[in-house]
């Protein structure tokens, strides 16, 4: 009954692409890999395996690929590289390796700490930490949780930043020496497991791990968020002035801001609590917003769209009204 659900709905909720019979295709292709995947191996692996996997494709290879095409042409990187030369990556070939190394580390360490977690939560409640079954989740369910997940990730996001990785402790003096040890710079993707091992889990693992466990979604909706935010960390990271969209562009300039500046603000992910909260460094998430909003026409989109119904409702009206004088000249 699940699947008789979930398959005609996640049809709708994917859209034209999935109307057509290739798309429907591709989605009885899609269940059956996963079916086949959740009854041939155990939960858990299927969650460490995918959230690597995720981790890997999504940031580690770009950001490589960012670093060689740093490397490579830094001329034409300097140009769209927030301020500029001051934030390209290191000329050093030692020190470069010694990041990537430091960053994989911290990538497998981030999975390990995730693997005995689960386990002892899994052991704990004597059945899988997530929901690891062969129906996919509806969409309205995927929506709520995803919403949920980001609502929290953004609240323990800003606290632990601030109050933890930016205080007075050992564990703020460890983000400063490994995350800030650069000045007046935009950071580079490949930084953004290139932290302390320590505060490097409050930092990335914990805030989008500690919701999950406590809303225990469908494993397949926590691989969408650890996807989505993964990618968002990604390019917000990078320090490109050239960053497309509304949200995302401001997101990585409040964070090449936060890195320029020495931590003195911007803690949050996507900078509402930092708005709400008075911490904002440079342009706030509402002026970016507005920025962004006008630099791509909204507000004359909005206009013109309204007038345009507006010209379509009254074309309809004036349509009616003249059918109904043309049945009653004929009635006459």
């Excluded at 994917?14 to 009885?28: A, E, I, R």
């Excluded at 670093?67 to 830094?74: A, C, E, K, R, T």
């Excluded at 369910?141 to 609240?155: D, V």
């Excluded at 693992?205 to 494993?219: D, G, K, N, R, S």
């Amino acid at each position: 009954m699940d699947l008789l659900l979930s398959l005609p709905i996640v049809s709708y909720f994917g859209g034209p692409m999935l109307s057509s019979w290739s798309g429907s295709l591709n989605l009885l292709f899609f269940y059956m890999t996963w079916m086949t995947l959740v009854l041939s191996h155990p939960p858990l692996t299927i969650e460490l395996v995918g959230t690597l996997a995720v981790r890997i494709v999504f940031w580690l290879i770009p950001s490589l690929l960012f670093l060689i095409f740093d490397s490579l042409v830094p001329s034409l990187a300097e140009s769209i590289k927030l301020y500029g030369r001051r934030s390209l990556p290191r000329r050093s070939a030692a020190s470069l390796l010694r990041q990537i190394l430091l960053a994989i580390f911290n990538l497998g360490l981030s999975t390990a700490v995730q693997a005995g977690i689960s386990k002892g939560a899994g052991t704990f409640l004597h059945r899988p930490l997530f929901k690891t079954s062969t129906a996919l989740p509806l969409p309205w369910q995927i929506a709520k949780h995803i919403l949920m997940l980001y609502a929290a990730r953004e609240i323990l996001t800003y606290y632990l930043h601030r109050f933890v990785l930016h205080s007075r402790g050992r564990v703020a003096r460890l983000h400063s020496a490994y995350a800030h040890s650069r000045k007046h710079a935009a950071p580079y993707a490949l930084m953004l497991y290139a932290d302390h091992p320590l505060p490097l889990l409050f930092n990335r693992t914990l805030p989008v791990y500690l919701p999950a466990m406590a809303i225990q979604p469908h494993l397949l909706t926590y691989f969408l968020f650890t996807i989505l935010t993964t990618l968002e960390e990604t390019m917000s990271m990078s320090g490109y002035s050239i960053i497309p969209g509304i949200i995302m562009g401001g997101i990585t300039r409040r964070t090449a801001t936060h890195y320029a500046s020495g931590g003195r603000g911007n803690f949050g992910a996507w900078g509402l609590l930092d708005w709400v909260s008075g911490t904002s460094v440079g342009k706030d998430v509402v002026e970016d917003i507005e920025d962004e909003a006008e630099k791509h026409q909204v507000k004359e989109r909005g206009q013109k769209a309204i007038s345009d119904t507006g010209s379509m409702v009254q074309d309809g009206i004036n349509g009616l009204k003249k059918g109904r004088k043309t049945r009653k000249r004929g009635a006459d």
